[in-house]
């Protein structure tokens, strides 16, 4: 039986993780931590609310006495620590907020684990740090390229990439210099339920529910790998369970494919959707197969992301050969899983995109004028 701190807990890929680890592992107890961001939404987590297993902390990872606070008196021996700022265009217009998260926070929550686990009254207890970094530490990659290793040298382009590449150094550090069990895994693009809809899926699913344009940085022909949410905690868990300590672990879905290929598999498919089910063109007035248009009439071609990646790719061979890791989801079924998902918790996304959103949305489209 193990007591789990999951920080970024009411975030996209936490609160997934979250239900993911109640599921499995229902003896254990698990605290959620999250300062509830913009990112952050304490409703995702209603249902992990009713089991008593789980409990819910309004805090902040920059805060390393509630950090110790919460270790000990939750006896925790497991962290696993998704919180972070974690889109790449809003680290390009502000990227203080990320220096101060992922890079000031991910410190702060080594300090307090050094200073609890290690250094507490009992000396050194059982413990193990796992951190969630991203495959955008490694850079980007050109068409010929081979993916992405463990071994790959660190070549971070955005704000955001610099940021986690940063905390992963420091994770790094405190493992060697003080003995600190930690682990890493670096994981290609999520996708799936609750994922904040400023992101390239459910943006584009929203926006075309509400017949808006369908913004295409550049060319599109920027190449992505994608991985189901469920099969990025199925990694963790892996990696938890079976993972040597100071090692870092990729995990990938096997699914490249350019951003102009995911839109027009979504507009198909959500198309197809207004085809089987009358009630979507009530619901949703405005999306054009609601109006006797095809989705793709929304894409439109903006102004590209400055120092826009090219392409990503992960080698996940380690985790399969070492851990027995293997996506289980295809894109084909996880994005089936997805778009049905978001259609049937219009209320969710709905409640999220307040007024917060709007604006920066409503910024987003002004910064981009059409190309
Ligand atoms: P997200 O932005 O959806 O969620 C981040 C969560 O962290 C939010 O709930 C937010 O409120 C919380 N948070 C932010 N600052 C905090 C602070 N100071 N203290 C406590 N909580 C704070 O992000 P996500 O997509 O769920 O990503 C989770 C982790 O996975 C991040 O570390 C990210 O770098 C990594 N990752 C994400 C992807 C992806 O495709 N989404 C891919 C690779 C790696
Ligand atoms: P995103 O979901 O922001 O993830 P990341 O930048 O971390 O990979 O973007 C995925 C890809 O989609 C990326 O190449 C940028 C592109 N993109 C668009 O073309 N239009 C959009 O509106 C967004 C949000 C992203």
């Known amino acids: ?34 300062a509830l961001t913009y990112a952050g939404n304490h409703n995702s987590l209603v249902e992990a609310e009713k089991n008593p297993q789980f409990k819910f902390v309004h805090g902040d990872i920059r805060d390393q006495s509630l950090i110790e606070q919460l270790l000990r008196d939750e006896s925790i021996d497991t962290v696993v620590h998704f919180a972070a700022e974690s889109h790449v265009d809003r680290s390009i217009s502000g990227p203080d907020a990320f220096i101060d998260t992922n890079i000031i926070g991910t410190h702060s929550m080594l300090k307090a684990a050094r200073e609890v686990w290690l250094e507490g009254p009992q000396g050194r207890v059982p413990h193990r740090f796992h951190h969630v970094s991203t495959d955008e530490v490694y850079g980007s990659l050109g068409p010929e390229d081979p993916a992405f290793k463990e071994t790959t040298p660190y070549a971070p382009n955005s704000p955001y990439s610099a940021s986690k590449a940063a905390s992963d150094h420091l994770v790094r550090a405190y493992h060697h210099t003080y003995g600190l069990d930690v682990t890493t895994s670096n994981c290609s693009n999520n996708y799936g339920p609750y994922q904040f809809p400023e992101k390239l899926i459910p943006l584009v699913l929203i926006n075309i529910l509400h017949g808006r ?97 090219q392409r990503y790719a992960i080698d996940a061979t380690k985790t399969t050969q070492e851990l027995g890791y293997q996506p289980a989801e295809t894109f084909e079924t996880g994005i089936q899983k997805t778009l ?15 007024g917060s959103y709007k604006d920066w949305i409503d910024q987003q489209y002004k910064d981009r004028k059409a190309s």
């Open 340 to 354: 049905q998902w978001y259609l049937d918790n219009e209320a969710w996304w709905r409640a999220v995109m307040d």
């Open 213 to 309: 344009s369908l913004p295409i940085y550049g060319d599109g022909k920027n190449i992505r790998d994608w991985l189901y949410v469920d099969d990025h905690a199925r990694g963790i868990d892996l990696i938890i369970k079976q993972g040597k300590l100071g090692e870092t672990y990729n995990i990938g879905g096997h699914n490249e494919w350019t951003n102009i290929d995911i839109v027009n598999l979504i507009c198909d498919l959500l198309d197809r959707h207004f085809t089987q089910d009358a009630e979507l063109k009530a619901r949703f007035p405005s999306a054009p197969a609601a109006n006797g248009a095809q989705a793709r009439s929304l894409i439109t071609y903006v102004k590209d992301r400055p120092g826009h990646d």
């Open 1 to 34: 039986m193990s007591n789990v701190l999951v920080t970024g807990a009411a975030g996209f890929i936490g609160v997934n993780f979250v239900y993911y680890w109640l599921d499995q592992h229902p003896a254990d107890k698990v605290l959620g931590l999250d």
